[in-house]
């Protein structure tokens, strides 16, 4: 059973309330800074990690700031979000850019901060030409179907109204590459708030397995895969928190086995 303890006291609450007025929300910025570490701690001897925190779920410039310090960058999915991450530093490959039902100026915004472009439809291959030209390295968001398992809260892969098919992904990178795009990723994200760390390394392993095939049959370079989140939180007394370093050890153990050695090393996680 998993117990936690409040990084402040009833007095403390009280100095606060003398000096703000009610309500506020209080953040433990050193606690964000040592899950920050320990993540990166844990992901160590994972080829090129980065962290990108999902803006979505606390869109707070100051909290951005502080994981912009801890080398994390922002997973942005909507204007506003792309502002904010510009704000709190960040730009370049510390930006991911994950929409659907997207505006012109939102991809326009994304290409001009330099951030990874990821597109959840086959569609915006051509909407993202015409609206802001081809960047150098484009993302596709995959969705695995069935052979994935979603979970309570996001419901079935399958059932979701983004992402490509695996049929799509092959047809997608193929019109890139023959568009002149050179540089290319990949992303999922098929659950949010998972307490199972195998589920993150069998996401991880269908990812590589993808890229080893789209390579060798496209002829095409993989620069990064994004695992994409949803790693949970132990909200009730009887769940125990993810083992960050059983996930780590286990998407090494996938990249070697996949990614290595089919000679597609180095590939950023």
Do not use: W
């Not at 081809?134 to 968001?141: A, G, K, T």
């Not at 991880?204 to 370079?221: D, M, N, P």
Request: aromatic share 10%; proline share 6%; with cysteine.
């Amino acid at each position: 059973m998993v117990s936690k303890d409040l990084p402040f006291t009833k007095e403390d609450i009280l100095k606060i309330m003398e000096k703000y007025p009610t309500p506020f929300h209080i953040y433990d910025e050193k606690a964000i800074r040592e899950n920050a570490r320990r993540m990166k701690s844990a992901f160590k001897d994972v080829p090129g990690f980065k962290e990108f925190f999902a803006v979505k779920a606390l869109p707070n410039p100051f909290i951005l700031k502080i994981l912009k310090e801890e080398g994390f960058g922002a997973d942005c999915s909507s204007l506003p979000e792309l502002i904010l991450a510009e704000k709190a530093g960040m730009t370049g490959d510390y930006i991911m850019f994950s929409s659907n039902d997207t505006p012109s100026e939102e991809f326009v915004k994304a290409k001009q901060l330099g951030g990874f472009i990821n597109l959840d439809d086959i569609s915006h291959i051509d909407y993202l030409e015409k609206s802001a030209g081809l960047p150098d390295i484009v993302c596709f968001r995959y969705n695995p179907g069935p052979l994935k398992e979603g979970n309570a809260i996001i419901g079935k892969p399958e059932e979701a109204k983004y992402g490509f098919t695996r049929e799509q992904m092959f047809e997608g990178y193929r019109i890139l590459r023959d568009k002149g795009v050179k540089r290319f990723g990949m992303h999922t994200m098929v659950a949010s708030n998972e307490l199972n760390p195998d589920y993150f390394v069998e996401t991880a392993r269908i990812l590589f397995e993808l890229i080893v095939e789209i390579s060798k049959e496209l002829e095409i370079q993989f620069e990064f895969v994004n695992l994409g989140g949803g790693i949970g939180i132990p909200y009730r007394p009887e769940q125990e928190p993810v083992s960050l370093e059983t996930v780590a050890k286990g998407v090494r153990e996938a990249y070697d086995a996949t990614i290595t050695a089919n000679g597609l090393a180095p590939l950023k996680v």
